[in-house]
């Protein structure tokens, strides 16, 4: 071996590289196995799933986007699920694990309320879901479980139209349930990190109006939809669109979708 050849380009000793051993036989026929398991275990209809609602949810309707609001009223079938649903699967996995921690520091006080199903009086936004009640400091909180990106934005930027309406929404679906809410909060927990060095909290002042506002726009929506003004046959084209369209169902380059934000 020629001595330029125990050398990389930078004059250093070459590391050793080694490349992943590629499945075969009984292991890939298991990993296949096991993703057709998940997909059909994340499509399944039950009440407990919440990617297989078919109503509008809290999480929906801050969108910025008309059109994606019209979609969904419309049922029309989504065309970009966004990945395998294995992000979302990691979420709501630990959504359950922060339930079972709060459940326990509760140690029967009441103070903590996890897995609180609310009622909205909507035809259209009938329900929802909130993560956390604090009755001792009147807080409604929502867990976020966010990669490095979206943890860097939501602390330079604060929370997006859709995260904010949705905890205000929550906490309008508690108050009227009789529950006191004086605060709300987005609690982002570092999904990527190895710790919680990076956990971020932001809170406001509980603000009916943005749950008001965001259901009435919803109601507009639906009004235009079935207006004679328009016929029965209104289009999605209709309805403006918003740079909103990185996790967009409906979002897709063909025109079975929309082509986005113009």
Not at 30 to 42: H, N, P, Q, V
Not at 213 to 230: G, H, M, P, Y
Request: aromatic share 8%.
């Amino acid at each position: 071996m020629a001595q330029d050849d125990l050398f990389d380009f930078a004059g250093c000793p070459p590391t050793e590289r080694r490349q992943s051993e590629p499945m075969e036989g009984l292991a890939l026929e298991i990993a296949s196995r096991f993703k057709e398991l998940f997909y059909a275990y994340d499509n399944r209809r039950s009440a407990e799933n919440r990617s297989a609602q078919t109503h509008l949810g809290p999480s929906e309707i801050g969108t910025p986007c008309d059109r994606r609001i019209a979609m969904s009223l419309m049922r029309v079938p989504p065309v970009n699920p966004g990945g395998d649903g294995w992000a979302a699967f990691v979420g709501t996995c630990i959504h359950a694990g922060l339930a079972g921690m709060f459940q326990w520091a509760d140690l029967g006080t009441g103070r903590y309320a996890t897995e609180i199903p609310l009622v909205l009086p909507s035809a259209f936004v009938p329900r929802g879901t909130g993560d956390l009640l604090d009755r001792t400091l009147c807080m409604l909180d929502d867990h976020k479980c966010l990669g490095n990106s979206s943890l860097s934005k939501l602390r330079l930027e604060g929370p997006s139209p859709t995260y904010r309406t949705q905890v205000h929404t929550y906490a309008y679906a508690a108050v009227r349930a009789g529950e006191v809410v004086e605060h709300v909060a987005i609690i982002a927990w570092p999904r990527e990190a190895g710790s919680l060095k990076g956990l971020h909290v932001w809170t406001e002042p509980y603000d009916e109006s943005v749950a008001v506002a965001a259901l009435q726009r919803v109601d507009r929506i639906a009004a235009a939809l079935n207006s004679d003004e328009f016929g029965p046959a209104r289009r999605p084209e209709d309805f403006a669109t918003a740079d909103d369209c990185r996790y967009c169902p409906f979002k897709s380059n063909t025109k079975q979708g929309c082509s986005g934000h113009r």
